[in-house]
């Protein structure tokens, strides 16, 4: 199993990241049964709105630790093919 950790920050309507809110993602990508996708299993930390400044570090911490625990947050089917990574970065990213 290798962890893979994607962070989404929120950005306003002229695309500036923000400092206040966001999602860590930890994730690991397994071989489905079907053979033509693959299973991305992920856990998430989030940085709620307003009232926390986005890190990093932290972020990285609790999404790891929520997934070492078997705290998953959610399974999602990607098809394998080009860019497979770039795909499951767009639809985690799309969660948030």
């Known amino acids: 199993m290798s962890i893979h950790f994607l962070h989404v920050r929120k ?3 002229q695309g500036n990241l923000s400092t ?11 071989d489905s049964a079907d053979g033509v996708s693959v299973n991305v299993v992920y856990s998430e930390a989030r ?16 999404a790891e630790g929520r997934f ?20 499951i970065r767009a639809a985690l990213a799309n969660l948030v």
């Open 47 to 62: 940085c709620h709105g307003d009232k926390q400044n986005f890190s990093r570090r932290i972020g990285r911490a609790v």
């Open 20 to 30: 206040k809110g966001g999602t860590t993602f930890a994730f690991d990508v397994e």
């Open 68 to 87: 070492n625990k078997g705290t998953v947050a959610g399974v999602l089917k990607i098809e394998q093919g080009d860019n497979l990574f770039g795909r």
């Open 11 to 13: 950005q306003d309507a």
